[in-house]
């Protein structure tokens, strides 16, 4: 069987079998061609990230980082807003501690929680922008 061809100015990219045309008719920024070539994520790399993923498919979890993207607040605080106990609120924050999301500092017998740093809140607020645009405005 032939090998297949690589398309011109474009190493390891393969021409499909079908004979089909993959270029356009007009030139435009491509992420393959605008500066240096960047890899594909690692195998690794994409797996920690769809684990760390995961982690915050959780709707509570979700919830009290958006209340944390507004400032800090306590456990009992937390628990309020969100209708949830103290221990389930604890357990939640644990998990977010523990993917360094949140950070925690104590005063007295409260426990207040923060974001860790803009990354998480920058991370959080593309979300929300995202989800809050309507549909078709590309």
Known sequence: MPEP?????QPGLVAPEDGSDLYCDRPHPSP???GPPQPPLSPEKAQ???EFMGFL???NRLRILSLLAQGEI???DLALAVSMGESAVSHQLRT???LRLV????QGRHVFYRLLDDHVFSFYRAVV???????GSD
Do not use: F, I, N
């Not at 061809?5 to 100015?9: K, N, Y």
């Open 57 to 59: 498919a959780d709707p």
């Open 5 to 9: 061809a690589s398309l011109p100015d």
């Open 48 to 50: 920690r990230m769809a």
């Open 103 to 106: 950070s925690a500092r104590k």
């Open 74 to 76: 306590c456990v009992g």
């Open 32 to 34: 393959l061609t605008a």
């Open 129 to 135: 922008d995202h989800l809050d645009e309507p549909e």
């Open 96 to 98: 977010l501690r523990a």
